[in-house]
């Protein structure tokens, strides 16, 4: 690894979320001035700002200092980094906030249809209700508009 590869995957993590120096340095908790030396490499990145970065917006330490592995945690880390933190009891409180928030109500009928289909299903339709799901989510509008389709029919018992 050498620097330039360093600096320039701090560049792609901006990159990837869109913040000028500023707005990452404010993110994740140190002024711009220091963050501009460590994407420059006059200063070695701290185990505080690699945890920052990992905490704040789900960077993978090791991704940025040997360029291994992902960019982003996975999300099963990130929950893992999470618990680990704040206790699986926080950890469990938070997520039953979430689901309950309206807010939230896609993510809340996606976890609702993975466990229906989980185990229960043919594995061929598993898979396509797997790839509706992911279009959905996508925004597919032809996706969504033949879904909304299909459960009006089924609302009205056609």
Do not use: H
Not at 20 to 47: A, C, D, R, W
Not at 52 to 71: F, K, Y
Not at 120 to 139: M, S, V
Request: hydrophobic share 40%; glycine share 6%.
């Amino acid at each position: 690894m050498t620097k330039e590869d360093l600096c320039a995957r701090l560049r792609a993590i901006r990159d990837y979320y869109k913040l000028n120096q500023t707005q990452f340095s404010t993110e994740i908790g140190m002024s711009q001035s220091e963050y501009s030396k460590i994407e420059l490499g006059k200063v070695i990145p701290s185990k505080t700002l690699l945890y920052a970065m990992m905490a704040r917006l789900a960077i993978n330490p090791e991704w940025v200092i040997t360029g291994q592995g992902d960019m982003l945690l996975s999300a099963e880390e990130y929950f893992n980094n999470g618990i680990k933190l704040l206790g699986v009891q926080k950890i469990s409180e938070g997520l039953v906030k979430i689901l309950k928030d309206p807010a939230f109500g896609e993510l809340q009928s996606l976890v609702t249809a993975q466990e229906l289909v989980k185990d229960k299903l043919d594995p061929d339709l598993a898979a396509y209700f797997q790839y509706i799901f992911n279009r959905w989510q996508q925004g597919d509008e032809n996706i969504r508009g033949w879904l909304k389709v299909q459960m009006d029919s089924v609302s009205k018992g056609k």
